[in-house]
């Protein structure tokens, strides 16, 4: 039962690394997504997808990258991180259609990513 | 855009007692789902119940119920008999029905404490 799964869970960076966050999920899922919470905000969706091939811009996708190549799986990319996005962040996924779009999501167990 | 608002930032209670977290939202939308989701210190998000906008009964799931005031805009939980398990933070969620993409606006999150 491995559901959505995201490694690392913890990272540093230094300003200008770039890195990628993995996420998986096995539950053939076609709706995949990325959110970050920040204290006193709540969680806030950066990039999702609705199946391999497809991407779309969430609420602050400023300085992330996404692509979709496969079903199980959905990175995000920060290609010059800053202190700004420090930040931990989250993948979620859920079945298309699930129970007619009842929104329930499955998240992962989220990373803690530092930019110093 | 739709809006989620929590107004307490806290809550403390001792274990037995009853307590009710608040949420408010905003939008235009007649068709849409409203969500509590719990993360407890293990970051896991856990989804704790579910209100369809179109249904005017109230959905409880065992101690957990919900208070749903459509034409209030307002959106609250009620956990009876609280538990130390209970303790978590507690994020209100609002989805408008979109083809395939669960896009969910979360609230700021009310860090609840049960007490012994």
């Known amino acids: 039962n491995a559901g959505v799964t995201q490694t690392p869970k913890f990272q540093v960076l230094k300003t200008g690394q770039s890195m990628t966050l993995q996420c998986a999920q096995d539950?053939?899922?076609?709706?995949m997504s990325w959110y970050r919470q920040d204290p006193g905000m709540g969680l806030r969706l950066i990039h999702y997808s609705v199946g391999a091939g497809i991407t779309d811009q969430g609420e602050v996708p400023n300085g992330y990258n996404v692509s979709r190549s496969t079903t199980e799986d959905f990175p995000l990319r920060l290609l010059s991180a800053a202190p700004s996005q420090t930040s931990v962040y989250f993948c979620?996924?859920?079945?298309?259609?699930?129970?007619?779009?009842?929104?329930?999501?499955?998240f992962g167990e989220g990373s803690r990513l530092t930019v110093l | 855009a739709q809006t989620v608002t929590q107004s307490q930032p806290e809550m403390s209670v001792q274990e037995a007692e009853t307590v009710t977290l608040s949420c408010t939202y905003d939008?235009?939308?007649?068709?849409?789902?409203l969500f509590w989701y719990k993360q407890p210190p293990s970051r896991q998000m856990i989804l704790v119940i579910r209100q369809e906008a179109y249904k005017q009964q109230n959905a409880t799931e065992n101690r957990f119920s919900v208070n749903f005031q459509k034409a209030a805009k307002s959106f609250s939980l009620k956990i009876s008999d609280s538990q130390l398990g209970d303790t978590a933070m507690y994020f209100c969620?609002?989805?408008?029905?979109?083809?395939?993409?669960?896009?969910?606006?979360f609230g700021q999150g009310t860090r609840l404490t049960i007490n012994p």
């Open positions: 939008t235009s939308e007649n068709n849409y789902y």
């Open positions: 539950m053939n899922h076609e709706y």
């Open positions: 979620a996924s859920s079945k298309q259609g699930q129970a007619l779009n009842t929104g329930e999501l499955f």
């Open positions: 969620a609002f989805m408008k029905p979109d083809s395939g993409a669960q896009k969910l606006v």
